[in-house]
């Protein structure tokens, strides 16, 4: 077994980890991550995608939406390539209490949260479709987030800085040698190989699975996996983050992510984050609380339904999930539990995770002995290969994203005959430079370059793509037509998850169009033996 060393062993490739990793990696420690899927496999890759303003938590969360305030604008500045600015607007609906707005102002003013009212013809001059019968508006820095492509920005800054990441590899165990963890061992998923990795300090940034990687310490940390269900609409009906101005319930909010909309969200305890369902229900209630806000919201076409897992951690007894403080704990061991060598970052939101990486670095530099402070704040970070486009991107660095940027590049170029993915504007040269850059799956490639997650769902793209893998990837010898075909099942395999609580309608002639380009006319399903017969990807029956 390959015995490696490093100063910082990094657990979790979502938000948090990659942060952190970055973080030490600039002061100049050793650092290594290890992750059981791709980056942002857990719940990072499954929220909803808003830069938070704080407006949501100012009453009942106000330390929450103060970090919101301040990171909000740090991640404008370090990553702009990663935000596109929407702005928010919390309006009150004729559901909602009137007297809320007031209490709203004065909260947002308490906390930092940047706010104005905002008169009600303006508000539908900017969004037409909002229900007519809002009483008031109020006006604040929300935005939409590409979180999947944060994480990569942020493990790229790291791997220029020394660090290294080990993606698909997942804990076996966590070494302890009396009251000290002194590393851990991993295993390649792809092929079997176990690692030794011997450290000074393991970080468990593992989020909802936070509490699974603590017991192999031997110490007890209690998170309440909450399940956040979201439904993603065929259309892009708001250019502005919605909200319902109240007390934060299921179902008030609509982020306008890309080329779709998505609403949420569910508060839902479940007792394992790697089980859990997305019932029929839930959707229903999601479309019924978005006509509340958009007048015939349910007209419009769902694409289809996820849920991610959110890490609450749980220090007090509270009536319910929601309840539960947003803001973030630093969990050390050494002086809770008399266990050395071993730290836990757990809660938190996803515009908070550079503040929650900084505190936890901060801890881990004190303990070996570093002096360098924290500069994550100040530094911008280079967009990926895969995301570095003409248009948009300066001298000076990546600007902030636009909805039109991706067409507006492929204007510039001229590469109207290079697209593989109609729906996200995504070209031959950008999937190859994404594979270039590590992708060696499909849904590696949905990740980084968001291919397969507009309208038609994969139907008219994911076999061009799947080609294109394979073409890629031909010259090594463990890439196999098998391994191309395994790829291709598994992405349709998770689509159809996805799929299955919103077909109906529009939606299922969508779903029976992609069954007949797969099945009927392409055999899709007599591939599935001779898939499994290539080793690598395992396809779910």
């Known amino acids: 077994m390959q015995t490696i060393s490093t100063d910082v062993l990094v657990i979790g490739g979502g938000a948090t980890g990659s942060g952190v990793l970055r973080d030490l990696a600039m002061r100049g420690m050793r650092a290594i991550l290890v992750e059981k899927g791709d980056l942002t496999h857990g719940t990072t890759g499954r929220y909803h995608g808003l830069l938070h303003s704080g407006g949501r938590y100012v009453t009942k969360d106000p330390q929450s939406a103060n970090e919101c305030a301040r990171e909000n604008a740090i991640l404008r500045r370090i990553m702009p390539h990663c ?60 935005a939409a987030a590409d979180s999947f492509l944060a994480a990569h920005t942020n493990v790229l800054a790291a791997r220029e800085y020394g660090a290294q990441v080990f993606t ?63 439904v993603a609409m065929n259309h892009r009906m708001v250019n502005t983050v919605i909200n319902r101005c109240k007390m934060p319930a299921d179902g008030d909010i609509i982020v306008p992510v890309h080329s779709v909309a998505v609403i949420g969200t569910t508060d839902t305890f479940v007792p394992d984050p790697d089980f859990y369902g997305i019932e029929a229900e839930e959707v229903q209630f999601m479309l019924d609380e978005g006509e509340k806000l958009i007048p015939g919201f349910k007209q419009y076409r769902a694409l289809r339904a996820w849920a991610g897992v959110r890490p609450l951690y749980k220090d007090q007894d509270v009536a319910n999930d929601r309840d539960l403080s947003r803001t973030y704990k630093l969990l050390d ?33 004190q303990r070996l002995g570093n002096t360098q402070p924290c500069r994550t704040a100040e530094e911008v970070m280079p967009a990926p290969p895969f995301e570095r486009r003409d248009t948009g991107n300066h001298a000076d660095g990546p600007s902030l994203h636009w909805l039109g940027k991706p067409l507006a590049a492929i204007e510039q170029t001229q590469a109207y005959n290079d697209l593989i993915c109609e729906c996200e504007l995504v070209t031959r040269s950008r999937l190859q430079t994404a594979m270039a850059s590590g992708a060696s799956n499909l849904d590696d490639l949905r990740r980084m370059v968001r291919v397969g997650m507009g309208p038609c769902q994969g139907g008219w793209c994911i076999y061009r793509s799947s080609a294109l893998l394979y073409e890629e990837h031909s010259a090594n010898a463990d890439f196999s037509i098998e391994y191309a075909n395994a790829a291709l099942l598994h992405f349709l395999q998770e689509r159809w998850r996805g799929l299955t609580p919103v077909l109906w309608g529009d939606q299922l002639r969508q779903a029976r169009l992609d069954e007949l380009i797969f099945a009927g006319l392409l055999g899709i399903h007599r591939l599935r033996d001779h898939a499994r017969q290539g080793g690598g990807l395992v396809t779910p029956e």
């Not at 004065?106 to 969004?127: D, F, I, Q, S």
């Not at 990795?197 to 110490?219: E, F, M, P, R």
């Open 333 to 365: 061991h050494a002086q809770r539990d008399g266990v050395e060598g071993i730290i836990s970052l757990v809660g938190g939101k996803w515009t908070t995770y550079r503040l929650m990486a900084e505190d936890a670095a901060n801890l881990i530099a």
């Open 168 to 230: 698909y590899h997942t804990l076996i165990a966590l070494l302890r040698v009396g009251d000290q963890v002194v590393g851990a061992v991993v295993e390649d998923l792809r092929t079997g190989e176990r690692k030794q990795i011997d450290s000074a300090c393991v970080l468990n940034a593992t989020g909802a699975w936070a509490g699974k990687v603590a017991a192999l310490a031997g110490v007890k940390v209690t998170v309440l996996p909450g399940k956040g269900t979201l």
């Open 83 to 142: 935000i596109e600015d929407t702005s928010g607007f919390f309006v009150i609906t004729p559901w909602d209490d009137p007297d809320y707005g007031d209490l709203f102002m004065a909260n947002c003013r308490k906390t930092g949260v940047p706010v104005g009212e905002l008169p009600l013809a303006e508000m539908h001059r900017r969004e037409r479709v909002l229900n007519p019968q809002i009483s008031r508006a109020f006006e604040v820095a929300d």
